[in-house]
């Protein structure tokens, strides 16, 4: 850990536009550590094709912003942060622009396009790529900041909790083949969502929900858990590319392997009503028509559009579908629901603070109120750049407190752990069987429909993997480890197992984290009995205004706000 600082003013854990944005707001004056489980150009964010959404044109308005993203939360999102969002917006992408955001124009003009429940065109683009271009330019900017310091392929395994005072003073990391302890006077969670606990989903391999499941295990506020959006329109082959909801707002239709669009059967909107509606009538049509829903598909058919029209907005598109052999111009997309965005997760206000004092959370990780239980299309960029705005104001929350002198009050145990080759191995299977297995319970319990006693039995089986996960050597050794304990991992000084090493930690806290997610949305979908925004329950199909309150879990206690 000799390159790594053993203390910073501020710890970001993430580094996708939330991260990123985030340590180009904080004052220049403070020491900030960035970390990132992969490198500084893999996250969620980097995949956002659609755009991000402003009221920036002359007969658009905050207002008409605000009016749209309530009535796609479905009763639940939070007036104030709302309204905070949508007029903040305007100023945040100019800002954005500054940075050097290469927006699509039309002549001096940023271009707009429409996206399903907004009522204007007001989502801003870089052709169908705008979360890279985001994260590309925020990337470049970071790098040229001195205060910040990239640390890459590390991971948070937990939060430091100072014992009396309960705040939160740093993490344990997990980096470069040893796990130690960095103090930070405040940290921030920007690690993205846990659409990988999922068969089928948009996200990438990073996202694990590691940031939710490591504020839930300190005893933090989480919300709105049971609420996910399910994308309509993910490509049906590996990897689940993302086919943007800029593509039925330009004109593409939903059809049916007879060709006829389904979608109006099922809302008056046909394939532009909310994600929810379009998500629920693919799943629907598709479970009068098939026998296997796991490959099962309808189809997207851009041949409607212009073709210079989709060359222009939509090149990355087309070349991911010529990848498979798919020929946009001349043939319909194979397409079926994905998890692709949680609304829900740790409880924040308008500053990003959680209930422990000196942890925040932006972005995927956060439950700042905007998205209700369904958040409207381009939002979510959105909120990573306003809410990462806000942490500008941190210096008077922390000013006052000092770094300890690390020479004098380190205490630093170094801990070694040991296991023979067998034992790694028998180890790596019961860890890779949970990690498959899981998604796939998962994605059957609390996918896009969901009843009571499937969802019964999908939390039993979790609790009998927790058993087994807690009850693994790694486990048993990592799960006591108190702070300021260095753990070496001992053994062959190969590269080889200096791999290997890597590999497992990395298999074993995800693992763990998913586990944890998993059980989380599956017992708060239980909870919720009614069906609303991303939540569907077959056996309480309707909303039920009782209901109109979010859940809150800490701990393993849920109850309603």
């Given at each position: 850990?000799?390159?790594?600082?053993?203390?910073?003013?501020?710890?970001?854990?993430?580094?996708?536009?939330?991260?990123?944005?985030?340590?180009?707001?904080?004052?220049?004056?403070?020491?900030?550590?960035?970390?990132?489980?992969?490198?500084?150009?893999?996250?969620?964010?980097?995949?956002?094709?659609?755009?991000?959404?402003?009221?920036?044109?002359?007969?658009?308005?905050?207002?008409?912003?605000?009016?749209?993203?309530?009535?796609?939360?479905?009763?639940?999102?939070?007036?104030?942060?709302?309204?905070?969002?949508?007029?903040?917006?305007?100023?945040?992408?100019?800002?954005?622009?500054?940075?050097?955001?290469?927006?699509?124009?039309?002549?001096?003009?940023?271009?707009?396009?429409?996206?399903?429940?907004?009522?204007?065109?007001?989502?801003?683009?870089?052709?169908?790529?705008?979360?890279?271009?985001?994260?590309?330019?925020?990337?470049?900017?970071?790098?040229?900041?001195?205060?910040?310091?990239?640390?890459?392929?590390?991971?948070?395994?937990?939060?430091?909790?100072?014992?009396?005072?309960?705040?939160?003073?740093?993490?344990?990391?997990?980096?470069?083949?040893?796990?130690?302890?960095?103090?930070?006077?405040?940290?921030?969670?920007?690690?993205?969502?846990?659409?990988?606990?999922?068969?089928?989903?948009?996200?990438?391999?990073?996202?694990?929900?590691?940031?939710?499941?490591?504020?839930?295990?300190?005893?933090?506020?989480?919300?709105?858990?049971?609420?996910?959006?399910?994308?309509?329109?993910?490509?049906?082959?590996?990897?689940?590319?993302?086919?943007?909801?800029?593509?039925?707002?330009?004109?593409?239709?939903?059809?049916?392997?007879?060709?006829?669009?389904?979608?109006?059967?099922?809302?008056?909107?046909?394939?532009?009503?909310?994600?929810?509606?379009?998500?629920?009538?693919?799943?629907?049509?598709?479970?009068?028509?098939?026998?296997?829903?796991?490959?099962?598909?309808?189809?997207?058919?851009?041949r409607p559009i212009p073709e210079e029209k989709i060359r222009h907005r939509f090149p990355n598109i087309i070349k991911v579908c010529e990848y498979w052999g798919i020929d946009v111009f001349n043939q319909p997309i194979p397409v079926s629901p994905a998890a692709h965005y949680w609304m829900g997760?740790?409880?924040?206000?308008?500053?990003?603070?959680?209930?422990?004092?000196?942890?925040?959370?932006?972005?995927e990780t956060a439950s700042t109120g905007v998205h209700g239980a369904n958040r409207l299309a381009s939002n979510s960029l959105l909120e990573c750049i306003v809410f990462g705005s806000q942490m500008a104001k941190i210096d008077p929350e922390i000013s006052h407190l000092k770094n300890p002198d690390?020479?004098?009050?380190?205490?630093?145990?170094?801990?070694?752990?040991?296991?023979?080759?067998?034992?790694w191995e028998k180890q790596q299977i019961s860890l890779e069987e949970i990690r498959e297995q899981l998604p796939r319970v998962v994605w059957k319990s609390a996918g896009i429909c969901r009843e009571k006693e499937i969802l019964e039995q999908a939390i039993a089986q979790i609790k009998t993997w927790?058993?087994?996960?807690?009850?693994?050597?790694?486990?048993?050794?990592?799960?006591?480890?108190?702070?300021?304990?260095?753990?070496?991992?001992?053994?062959?000084?190969?590269?080889?197992?200096?791999?290997?090493?890597?590999?497992?930690?990395?298999?074993?806290?995800?693992?763990?984290?998913?586990?944890?997610?998993?059980?989380?949305?599956?017992?708060?979908?239980?909870?919720?009995?009614?069906?609303?925004?991303?939540?569907?329950?077959?056996?309480?199909?309707?909303?039920?205004?009782?209901?109109?309150?979010?859940?809150?879990?800490?701990?393993?206690?849920?109850?309603?706000?």
């Amino acid at each position: 850990m000799s390159d790594i600082p053993p203390q910073f003013d501020i710890l970001i854990v993430g580094a996708g536009a939330a991260g990123l944005y985030t340590a180009l707001c904080l004052p220049a004056s403070l020491k900030v550590g960035l970390i990132t489980k992969k490198t500084v150009t893999l996250s969620a964010s980097d995949w956002a094709q659609g755009g991000i959404a402003a009221a920036v044109a002359k007969e658009d308005s905050p207002t008409l912003h605000i009016e749209d993203t309530l009535k796609a939360g479905a009763g639940l999102c939070d007036i104030h942060a709302v309204q905070f969002l949508a007029e903040q917006a305007p100023k945040c992408i100019q800002s954005l622009v500054n940075l050097g955001v290469a927006f699509d124009r039309q002549g001096d003009r940023l271009a707009l396009t429409l996206e399903a429940a907004h009522s204007r065109p007001r989502v801003l683009h870089a052709a169908d790529t705008t979360g890279r271009e985001v994260t590309t330019t925020l990337t470049s900017q970071v790098l040229q900041r001195d205060n910040i310091t990239i640390i890459q392929q590390a991971l948070a395994l937990s939060l430091w909790i100072e014992t009396d005072s309960g705040r939160c003073q740093g993490i344990s990391l997990f980096y470069q083949g040893n796990v130690s302890w960095i103090h930070a006077k405040a940290v921030i969670l920007a690690t993205g969502g846990g659409g990988q606990v999922f068969a089928q989903t948009t996200n990438p391999a990073v996202s694990t929900g590691d940031g939710v499941a490591i504020a839930w295990r300190s005893r933090a506020i989480l919300r709105d858990l049971e609420f996910v959006q399910f994308h309509p329109t993910a490509l049906s082959r590996p990897g689940r590319f993302l086919i943007s909801e800029a593509v039925r707002g330009e004109g593409a239709h939903l059809v049916d392997d007879t060709g006829r669009r389904f979608a109006f059967d099922y809302h008056p909107s046909g394939e532009l009503a909310p994600r929810d509606v379009v998500s629920r009538a693919i799943f629907s049509h598709l479970q009068k028509t098939t026998t296997d829903m796991s490959t099962a598909n309808v189809w997207l058919d851009m041949r409607p559009i212009p073709e210079e029209k989709i060359r222009h907005r939509f090149p990355n598109i087309i070349k991911v579908c010529e990848y498979w052999g798919i020929d946009v111009f001349n043939q319909p997309i194979p397409v079926s629901p994905a998890a692709h965005y949680w609304m829900g997760g740790i409880l924040t206000d308008l500053y990003n603070r959680t209930n422990i004092p000196g942890l925040y959370a932006l972005g995927e990780t956060a439950s700042t109120g905007v998205h209700g239980a369904n958040r409207l299309a381009s939002n979510s960029l959105l909120e990573c750049i306003v809410f990462g705005s806000q942490m500008a104001k941190i210096d008077p929350e922390i000013s006052h407190l000092k770094n300890p002198d690390m020479d004098n009050s380190r205490v630093e145990k170094i801990v070694n752990f040991t296991l023979s080759v067998e034992q790694w191995e028998k180890q790596q299977i019961s860890l890779e069987e949970i990690r498959e297995q899981l998604p796939r319970v998962v994605w059957k319990s609390a996918g896009i429909c969901r009843e009571k006693e499937i969802l019964e039995q999908a939390i039993a089986q979790i609790k009998t993997w927790k058993t087994q996960f807690n009850h693994l050597p790694l486990s048993q050794f990592l799960l006591q480890l108190q702070p300021q304990e260095t753990v070496k991992f001992a053994g062959d000084t190969g590269d080889n197992y200096q791999e290997e090493i890597e590999k497992q930690v990395k298999l074993w806290a995800e693992t763990r984290n998913l586990l944890d997610i998993g059980y989380l949305i599956i017992k708060s979908a239980a909870f919720r009995t009614e069906s609303r925004g991303g939540h569907y329950r077959s056996d309480y199909p309707e909303t039920d205004k009782n209901w109109q309150l979010h859940t809150l879990v800490k701990n393993d206690d849920w109850w309603k706000e």
